[in-house]
């Protein structure tokens, strides 16, 4: 009996020994092998899976949508930061003398940081050239437009609060017929594109609140369907780690698919809507690319709804694994 | 190896299980367990395997006060006991290796060690041309054998059956009883509940009866 202990204990040791020297290796292969067969398992029931997939992908692709809108909408508008900040439209009475030395009294003035003039002619031409118009103004006999001089303030004098005023000092002037503020135009549109993209982060983040109640709720299903498995594994003396791993595992390639399938349903529609948008865009006679989701917004996607699907999980692992061994 | 000091085990549904249970199981001893059903003798065994906590009393199994062991060492200690259950409690989804090798698995043991050990336990058993089959495609007897050889792949040094040969006629009992046998040879503890009295009777090993939660009886007189 004694030689037998020992023997045991001989041959306990033998296995111990390799198993602590290659621990990492060993951690490490175990977690790749949960990943595949979970991954494994989830491929054999493609229905199921596909649905609840869908499910997070058709979640998450509502956020990344209107991000990818917001993104190309502040492309637009970057476009137009070259545009004058102020039109001041001249009297019809003045003629380019006047309007000259208005000019310079202008830049002497110090608030502005360029101030150009366009003169009738060249206002013609410009407005001939935006399309459309060539047709109506051969029919006339005279130049109806008015001379313009286009003011581009200091960066310092740009706050919206400081437009205004410059507004109401520019109209006071004796020659100003009146006064167009883009800058304050596109600085609305700023404001209101910040406020898109409060909103998709406020969206994406109830969405992926809705993530994690679907992967936790299916995770719980699961639980459910394999509670005589778990049983058997607790009998024979696996520990709480090793049955929740393969679920937590679940929960993740659930996340990562669901983020797969946002990316992919994003990146169809922008494909989808680039010719009507080109073709828009040349009505405008410009172009305008539309961009898709990059690499980084794919990256946030996925670690963002990998975070909600594991967080869903592992409270749903935690509240239904915890009470086949509360001893 | 097995040592019940004034074990007490209520069930807040059902009462009192057991009563006042005091015994002990020497290492390498073999034991039946009998009883009338309802007597206690799977509470007993349940508390061997951790599987339940006594109300009062301490469990002392392999130098271990199951008492004391905190819930982190439960797989731990059920690693170190072989549980063999009256309905076989295998996965009906997996092959017959597959199942002896889950303690094995549990484990964290590497590959080439649980294809030999599973390969082995399975020889004792006779199943070894069995083991891509799933558990449905075999006979009650060779479920029970698939169920043992789990329970003894991971060399547990105690093994507890519960009513192991409760669905099966007397001569693949016999079968079983012989297996029990072999291991007891090799120097495993074995604690077995069963009401097969006309095989027990014949075998000459320990007799503990148990009667409404109480010892009644100890073939052995201490």
Redesign the interface.
């Known amino acids: 009996m004694m030689m037998m202990m020992i023997k045991k204990q001989h041959a306990r040791a033998r296995q111990q020994h390799p198993r602590l020297l290659d621990l990492p290796g060993l951690w490490l292969n175990r977690h790749l092998q949960n990943a595949v067969a979970t991954l494994g398992r989830l491929m054999r029931t493609p229905l199921p899976t596909g649905m609840t997939v869908a499910v997070i992908g058709i979640s998450l692709a509502l956020p990344a949508a209107l991000f990818v809108a917001t993104e190309n909408l502040r492309t637009m508008a970057g476009g137009w930061e070259q545009a004058a900040a102020a039109s001041l439209f001249l009297r019809q009475d003045i003629d380019d003398e006047e309007a000259n030395r208005l000019a310079e009294r202008l830049r002497a003035n110090g608030a502005f940081a360029q101030v150009h003039l366009i003169d009738r002619d060249q206002a013609l031409d410009e407005f001939r050239e935006l399309g459309g118009f060539e047709d109506a103004l051969s029919q006339l006999q005279h130049n109806p437009l008015p001379i313009v001089l286009a003011l581009y303030p200091h960066p310092s004098e740009s706050s919206p609060a400081r437009l205004e005023a410059l507004q109401t000092e520019l109209i006071a002037l004796p020659e100003a017929d009146f006064v167009r503020m883009d800058t304050l135009w596109l600085q609305r549109f700023q404001a209101i594109l910040d406020l898109a993209q409060r909103a998709v982060i406020l969206l994406g983040g109830l969405l992926g609140l809705g993530v994690l109640l679907i992967v936790g709720n299916t995770i719980r299903l699961e639980i459910l369907n394999r509670r005589s498995e778990i049983e058997i594994m607790e009998l024979v003396g696996a520990t709480a780690a090793f049955i929740r791993r393969p679920f937590l595992y679940t929960g993740a390639w659930y996340g990562f698919l669901g983020g797969m399938m946002a990316w992919f349903l994003v990146t169809i529609a922008v494909i989808l809507l680039q010719q009507p948008v080109s073709r828009l865009a040349t009505l405008y006679r410009s172009e305008f690319p539309l961009s898709g989701l990059g690499p980084l917004a794919l990256l946030t996607i996925l670690a963002g709804s990998i975070t909600f699907s594991l967080i869903g999980s592992w409270i749903a692992v935690n509240r239904h694994l915890r009470g086949a061994d509360a001893l | 190896m097995i040592s019940f000091e004034h074990v007490h085990k209520r069930y807040p549904e059902r009462g009192d299980a057991l009563t006042d249970l005091s015994f002990e199981l020497q ?2 001893e073999m034991a039946f367990l009998t009883g009338h059903s309802g007597a206690g003798k799977s509470t007993l065994l349940r508390l061997i ?5 006594p109300t009062r009393g301490q469990v002392i199994v392999n130098g271990r006060n199951l008492g004391a062991l905190p ?2 060492k ?6 170190q006991v072989g ?1 063999i259950f009256q309905d076989h ?3 009906a989804d997996r092959s017959v290796f597959d199942n002896v090798a ?2 094995l698995v ?5 590959h080439k ?1 649980i294809g030999r050990r599973v390969r082995a336990a399975l020889d004792q058993v006779g199943l070894l041309a069995r083991e891509r089959a799933t558990p449905v495609a075999l006979s009650g007897g060779e479920q029970q054998r698939v169920g043992i050889a ?1 329970a003894v792949v ?2 547990p ?1 105690l093994v507890v059956a519960d009513e192991p040969t409760g669905n099966l006629d007397p001569d693949l009992s016999l079968e079983i009883f012989r297996l029990f046998e072999r291991f007891h040879q ?2 495993v503890t074995l604690l077995i509940a069963t009401h097969d009295l006309g095989l027990v009777t014949r075998m000459p090993y320990r007799r503990l009866t148990l009667a409404d939660g109480r010892l009644e009886s100890d073939s052995r007189s201490r």
């Open positions: 290492a390498g395997g951790l599987l339940e906590r819930r982190r439960i797989p731990q200690h059920r690693r549980m409690r295998l996965l889950l303690p549990v484990a964290g043991l590497g060690e789990r991971g060399r040094p090799v120097g």
